[in-house]
């Protein structure tokens, strides 16, 4: 009930945000406009305004990821990838490499890996932190710098580049759920709750770097994984163990286990966060595909909030073969399916994660036999 109440309150908070945040843009924006207004042409100042914006939302999503990355590094994490909109950086097989990905709810995201969980607790406030300290810091010298500066335009450049970086941290400081993930303040909240959350916030950080280094989640011990009981499903970052559980049973071919996880898991977890769900469900529809299911079945489950999020990320190796799976065995329509094949292959061939796309080629190929085609 505890956590209930904490995401109650943390949804309460969303309304002051937006407030407060409104309150910050039409200032930073009236001051901008009556700034550059009194030395350069109307249109061009409104353009300029504009563009100065845009780009000063990239710059602060990149000083924000730069922050947790900092202070990772600070805490003794290690690299794993730095993505900013759909362009990310990934260490791959010793190396960095350059990939296309986007992950829907997030405009960027810095993975770090932290020392292996048997160790002693990691510390994790100056990770999760580091994004908002960077741009209120930064906030504060882009300030002095369009006080001090006497070119109109530089001014205007830099006051809403602090504009923009205190909207950033705001966002990411007041505890809520932005587009069903969970944002730093609201992670901070929940890993002081217990060592139990604090744990799985790690295993959570562990798993992605050992998938990123190219090893699969099937390796992973079983016992890393517990399925989340009583009070602990209303816990997000403790529902996540019973997302990775899922994975890890789907990764080695444990359809049945899988298929009972997801379902116990979309039955009783409370605390799952949006985008969670979202995938679970998408899964479970793949897994009754799998296992036979009518087209009116497999319609049924296509609520039109789970259409929009599998548009939405539909960019994922696992939507594609979702689709080449509704295709195949649902439809029954080969050119359809043949199409949505295309397109899994032309998506596993940029993918970032290569252990990922191993084991979707392994079910592309399962598809493929259990409709009675030569793998």
Same mark, same amino acid.
């Given at each position: 009930?505890?956590?209930?109440?904490?995401?109650?309150?943390?949804?309460?908070?969303?309304?002051?945000?937006?407030?407060?945040?409104?309150?910050?843009?039409?200032?930073?924006?009236?001051?901008?406009?009556?700034?550059?207004?009194?030395?350069?042409?109307?249109?061009?100042?409104?353009?300029?305004?504009?563009?100065?914006?845009?780009?000063?939302?990239?710059?602060?999503?990149?000083?924000?990821?730069?922050?947790?990355?900092?202070?990772?590094?600070?805490?003794?994490?290690?690299?794993?990838?730095?993505?900013?909109? @759909?362009?990310?950086?990934?260490?791959?097989?010793?190396?960095?490499?350059?990939?296309?990905?986007?992950?829907?709810?997030?405009?960027?995201?810095?993975?770090?890996?932290?020392?292996?969980?048997?160790?002693?607790?990691?510390?994790?406030?100056?990770?999760?932190?580091?994004?908002?300290?960077? @741009?209120?810091?930064?906030?504060?010298?882009?300030?002095?710098?369009?006080?001090?500066?006497?070119?109109?335009?530089?001014?205007?450049?830099?006051? !809403?580049?602090?504009?923009?970086?205190?909207?950033?941290?705001?966002?990411?400081?007041?505890?809520?759920?932005?587009?069903?993930?969970?944002?730093?303040?609201?992670?901070?909240?929940?890993?002081?709750?217990?060592?139990?959350?604090?744990?799985?916030?790690?295993?959570?950080?562990?798993?992605?770097?050992?998938?990123?280094?190219?090893?699969?989640?099937?390796?992973?011990?079983?016992?890393?994984?517990?399925?989340?009981?009583?009070?602990?499903?209303?816990?997000?970052?403790?529902?996540?163990?019973?997302?990775?559980?899922?994975?890890?049973?789907?990764?080695?071919?444990?359809?049945?286990?899988?298929?009972?996880?997801?379902?116990?898991?979309?039955?009783?977890?409370?605390? #799952?966060?949006?985008?969670?769900?979202?995938?679970?469900?998408?899964?479970?529809?793949?897994?009754?595909?799998?296992?036979?299911?009518?087209?009116?079945?497999?319609?049924?489950?296509?609520?039109?909030?789970?259409?929009?999020?599998?548009? !939405?990320?539909?960019?994922?190796?696992?939507?594609?073969?979702?689709?080449?799976?509704?295709? #195949?065995?649902? @439809?029954?329509?080969?050119?359809?399916?043949?199409?949505?094949?295309?397109?899994?292959?032309?998506?596993?061939?940029?993918?970032?994660?290569?252990?990922?796309?191993?084991?979707?080629?392994?079910?592309?190929?399962?598809?493929?036999?259990?409709?009675?085609?030569?793998?």
């Amino acid at each position: 009930m505890e956590n209930d109440a904490l995401r109650r309150r943390a949804s309460g908070y969303l309304p002051l945000a937006v407030t407060v945040l409104s309150i910050v843009i039409g200032f930073g924006a009236a001051f901008s406009a009556f700034g550059i207004m009194e030395a350069y042409p109307p249109v061009f100042a409104a353009l300029y305004v504009m563009a100065c914006f845009l780009a000063s939302f990239f710059i602060q999503t990149v000083l924000h990821e730069f922050g947790h990355f900092l202070f990772g590094l600070l805490s003794g994490y290690r690299f794993i990838s730095f993505r900013v909109g @759909n362009l990310m950086l990934l260490r791959e097989s010793g190396r960095f490499v350059v990939r296309i990905f986007t992950i829907s709810g997030t405009g960027g995201q810095c993975l770090m890996q932290p020392p292996a969980v048997t160790e002693k607790e990691a510390p994790y406030r100056l990770y999760l932190l580091g994004g908002c300290l960077s @741009n209120l810091s930064f906030s504060a010298l882009f300030f002095a710098l369009s006080v001090g500066l006497s070119s109109p335009a530089a001014s205007v450049l830099f006051l !809403t580049l602090a504009s923009v970086g205190l909207i950033t941290a705001l966002m990411n400081l007041i505890p809520m759920t932005v587009g069903g993930v969970a944002n730093d303040g609201l992670n901070t909240i929940l890993l002081g709750k217990s060592a139990a959350v604090r744990r799985a916030f790690r295993l959570q950080l562990y798993a992605n770097g050992w998938i990123a280094s190219g090893k699969r989640i099937g390796e992973l011990p079983e016992e890393w994984f517990p399925l989340p009981e009583g009070e602990a499903l209303q816990n997000p970052l403790i529902c996540t163990i019973g997302v990775l559980r899922y994975d890890r049973q789907f990764d080695r071919h444990d359809f049945a286990g899988a298929r009972e996880t997801c379902d116990y898991m979309l039955r009783n977890g409370r605390g #799952l966060l949006g985008v969670h769900r979202n995938e679970l469900s998408c899964e479970l529809l793949f897994l009754k595909i799998l296992g036979g299911c009518t087209k009116a079945e497999a319609d049924m489950m296509l609520t039109p909030d789970l259409q929009k999020y599998i548009r !939405t990320t539909g960019s994922y190796v696992s939507r594609k073969r979702l689709f080449y799976a509704y295709e #195949l065995l649902v @439809n029954r329509n080969p050119a359809s399916a043949a199409g949505a094949l295309h397109a899994f292959e032309e998506t596993a061939r940029r993918y970032p994660y290569a252990s990922d796309v191993e084991n979707e080629r392994e079910i592309v190929a399962l598809l493929r036999e259990t409709a009675g085609e030569p793998r």
